[in-house]
């Protein structure tokens, strides 16, 4: 499920660390204290991790309840951005980097090249 998350509309990391000891309603409290208002968004996952690189949860809001998952990498480790306690919203790309032990962050890209410069 977590390697393949098409099925949400908004994908957000906790930067930094969180004690991954917390539960549903402790995790809620976080998004609140960093300004969100209402971490019960449909359609969206939020990702935290801890002080272990290895392992994440996620909090989802499936309607009438939150879903609480948890991710335990047996081999490798997440390149989670430690810089600060913020929010980030992940595109669909930066996920699966993510999800794949790759950094979030693109350091050098392809650029695209017009048929013009071709000529």
Same mark, same amino acid.
């Given at each position: 499920m977590l390697?393949?998350?098409?099925?949400?509309n908004n994908i957000y990391i906790v930067c =930094?660390?969180?004690? @991954?000891?917390?539960?549903?309603?402790?995790?809620?409290?976080?998004l609140r204290s960093l300004g969100? !208002?209402?971490?019960a968004a449909a359609n969206t996952l939020d990702l935290?991790?801890?002080?272990r690189s290895d392992r994440i949860k996620g909090l989802v809001w499936e309607g009438? =309840?939150?879903?609480? @998952?948890?991710?335990?990498?047996?081999?490798?480790?997440?390149?989670?951005?430690?810089?600060?306690? !913020?929010?980030?919203?992940?595109t669909a790309k930066q996920f699966r980097w993510l999800m794949e032990g790759l950094t979030i962050e693109s350091r050098k890209s392809v650029k695209e090249v017009?048929?013009?410069y071709m000529s």
């Open positions: 390697n393949n998350a098409t099925c949400f =930094g660390r969180t004690d @991954l000891r917390y539960g549903i309603d402790s995790l809620a409290g976080v969100i !208002e209402n971490p935290f991790c801890g002080r009438d =309840g939150f879903l609480l @998952l948890y991710k335990k990498l047996v081999n490798g480790s997440f390149q989670w951005p430690r810089n600060a306690s !913020e929010v980030k919203s992940l017009s048929l013009e």
